[in-house]
């Protein structure tokens, strides 16, 4: 079963409500999956694998939606955009309500250990908005087109490209000193 | 280089050095907050139940000496003053103890 597609594996999800299959697919797409969420929320590891636990329980449960005209990841990650973007909607409400001023965000609840450059760079993402840091993060590491990304975002495609433009130019400023030596 | 090459450079080494998230408690813990699958439907469920009871209670009237054991019930009683002072006595201190035993715990 482990070597079956994607596509053959949701036909038994669907048909059989086979939790075999679906551990499969979450095996198969975890880990992207999971590393997307930390570049998305400042390498917050128990907050991204909440997010994407929640995006596959979101997934199986409306597994019957998935047409199968996009790619399963991109279905995937779609569910994941919208699941973290309500994330940090009720975060923010949770901060109003409680009359926090903003100090206390994200940014300052992770700590980075400057060797790597994978979590540096997620807390530099953190200077980006919640869409800008996917439509980067799609656009840069997944190298997904614009009209895919448009797809997952549902979002028009003029949102995604300023989304890309503005963010890359906010995250060039933020790069600004880094040493890029050892990359070549 | 340009900006441009430099953030395309960095996201190629990101993606090659992209570190893989293999733990099995994660799929674990996703496995159990995923909705459980009914194996059997809720009517057939019902309808093993209603022939399951059925079932033991043909046994049970069948195998248990229920009359037997009704039978060794005592038919009279007798309540002497003795037994009656006696009862009174251990309802008494009973209620005593009780008593006793919710003050001490309120002390805590």
Redesign the interface.
Known sequence: MTDATDQALIQRVVTLNCHASFNVLVKRHQSTLRYSLRQMTGWDQSLADDLAQETFIKAYTSITSFNGTAKFSSWLYRIAYNVMISHFRLARNRELTLGDDGAHSTESSVSFDSNDLHRDLAGAMLKLSPQQRMALHLHLHKQLTHQEICTIMDIPLGTVKTAITRGKKKLQESLVGWETGGMS | MT??L??????T???V??????EAQ??H???L???K?RRISMAFESAITLVAVAISCGLIYHYFPALELLNQVPRQFMITPQALVLLGGAATALSGLIYWASEVDLEF
Do not use: Q
Not at chain 2, 6 to 11: C, I, P, R, T, V
Not at chain 2, 17 to 22: R, T, V
């Open positions: 900006k441009e430099e953030l395309d450079k960095l996201f080494h990101l993606r050095s992209e570190p893989a998230f293999n994660f799929l813990s996703v496995n907050a995923l909705p699958k």
